[in-house]
C-alpha cells in the first residue's frame, strides 16, 4: 500500500512536475490577491490568451518564447489602458475585444508558420514535459518575481484599494500600475509550461477568491492563497498520476474544489454564514419593532 502511494515519487519527472507547480501556484497565488482585490480578474485572462501571437512570432524568427510571450502580454496591457483612456469604451469591454484580436491574430499565424509547436501544450500546458533546463529557469524567474512583489506588497496594496491615497502620499501610481502589469505578464510567462494559456486563468484567480472569502486580513490572505494553490498544484501532480489525467486540469480542479468548500463553509462570508445571519436578523426585527412600540 505504502509502496504504491510513494510510487510517483520514483520518478524525477513526477517530482520536477510538483516542484513546478509549487512554484507557479506560489507566484500566481500571491499576484491573485492583487488582481482580486483590483478587480483585473479579466486582465488576467486577456494577456494569458494575448501572448499566443508573441510566441508564434518569437519561433518564427528565432527568439526564446518567453520574450515574444512576455512581449505579446504586455502590449495587450498597454493597449488597452491606451484605449481605455482615449474613448468611451469600458476597460472590460475593450479588453474583451484586444485579447481575441491578438488570441485570433496568433491562431491564423500559427497556421501559417511551420513549427514543431503544438498548440495543445501553448493552450493546455506540458507540465510532465519540462525540457532540460526549465525547471531551473521556471524557479529562478518565479522566485524573483515572487520577491519582488513581497517587497513592495504595501505599496501594491495601497494601490489596488486606494489609488487615490497612495497618489495623495507621493507615491507613483503609474509605476504601480505599469509594475503590476509586468509582474502579470511575467506570472503567465512563467506559468505557460506548467498549465499552458487557458488553465493559468484559473490559477490567477482561484487561489485569491478562496482567501478574500476566509480572511479578512490581507497577510493573511497571502497565507491561505499560497497554502491553497501550492497544495492543489502539488496534490493535482499527484492525482493525475494514479487516474491517467491531464495534470494542469487536475490542479484547477482541485483548486475550484477548495474554492466551493470555502464559499459553502468560510466562517463569516460563506453561503452558510450569510443565511444564519439573514435569520438571525430576520428573526429579531419583530422583536425590535415590539420593543419600539
Same mark, same amino acid.
Given at each position: ?19 513546478? +507547480? ?27 490568451? !494575448? ?6 512570432? !518569437? ?9 515574444? !510571450? /512576455?512581449?505579446?502580454?504586455? #502590449? ?25 484580436? %491578438? ?6 499565424? #500559427?497556421?501559417?508558420?511551420?513549427? &514543431?509547436?503544438?498548440? &495543445?501544450?501553448?493552450?493546455? +500546458? ?10 531551473? &529557469?521556471? %524557479?529562478?524567474?518565479?522566485?524573483? =518575481? ?18 487615490? @491615497?497612495?497618489? =495623495? ?7 504601480? @500600475?505599469?509594475?503590476?502589469?509586468? #509582474? ?21 484567480? =482561484? ?8 480572511? &479578512? ?16 498544484? #502539488? ?6 498520476? /494514479? ?9 484547477? %480542479? ?40
Amino acid at each position: 500500500m505504502i509502496t504504491t502511494l510513494l510510487e510517483p515519487f520514483q520518478f524525477p519527472f513526477m517530482v520536477d512536475a510538483m516542484i513546478v +507547480g509549487i512554484a507557479v501556484g506560489a507566484v500566481c497565488s500571491v499576484l491573485s490577491c492583487y488582481l482580486v482585490l483590483k478587480g483585473w480578474s479579466l486582465m488576467g485572462d486577456a494577456i494569458s490568451h !494575448a501572448v499566443l501571437p508573441g510566441i508564434v512570432i !518569437a519561433y518564427a524568427i528565432g527568439l526564446p518564447l518567453a520574450v515574444g !510571450a /512576455f512581449a505579446s502580454g504586455l #502590449f495587450c496591457a498597454v493597449a488597452t489602458g491606451y484605449i481605455k483612456a482615449n474613448s468611451r469604451v469600458k476597460e472590460d469591454t475593450v479588453m474583451g475585444v484586444v485579447f481575441t484580436g %491578438l488570441f485570433a491574430f496568433g491562431l491564423v499565424i #500559427f497556421t501559417k508558420v511551420r513549427s &514543431d509547436l503544438h498548440l &495543445d501544450h501553448i493552450l493546455f +500546458g506540458n507540465i510532465l514535459g519540462l525540457a532540460p533546463g526549465d525547471l531551473r &529557469d521556471t %524557479l529562478i524567474v518565479a522566485g524573483l =518575481t515572487l520577491g519582488v512583489i513581497l517587497v513592495l506588497r504595501r505599496d501594491l496594496l495601497l494601490y489596488c484599494f486606494d489609488s487615490g @491615497h497612495a497618489r =495623495t502620499i507621493g507615491l507613483s501610481t503609474a509605476f504601480l @500600475h505599469y509594475l503590476l502589469l509586468s #509582474f502579470l505578464a511575467v506570472t503567465i510567462v512563467v506559468s505557460l509550461k506548467a498549465v499552458g494559456i487557458i488553465l493559468v486563468i484559473a490559477m490567477l484567480v =482561484t487561489p485569491g477568491c478562496i482567501a478574500y472569502l476566509l480572511t &479578512d486580513r490581507f497577510n493573511s490572505m497571502l497565507l491561505i492563497a499560497a497554502a491553497s494553490a501550492m497544495g492543489s498544484s #502539488f496534490f493535482g501532480v499527484y492525482l493525475s498520476f /494514479f487516474i491517467n489525467a491531464s495534470t494542469g486540469a487536475c490542479i484547477v %480542479l482541485l483548486q475550484a474544489a477548495v474554492f466551493l468548500t470555502a464559499l459553502v463553509f468560510a466562517p463569516n462570508h460563506g453561503l452558510w454564514a450569510s443565511r444564519r445571519q439573514r435569520r438571525l436578523v430576520s428573526t429579531g426585527t419583530p422583536a425590535e419593532g415590539r420593543g419600539a412600540a
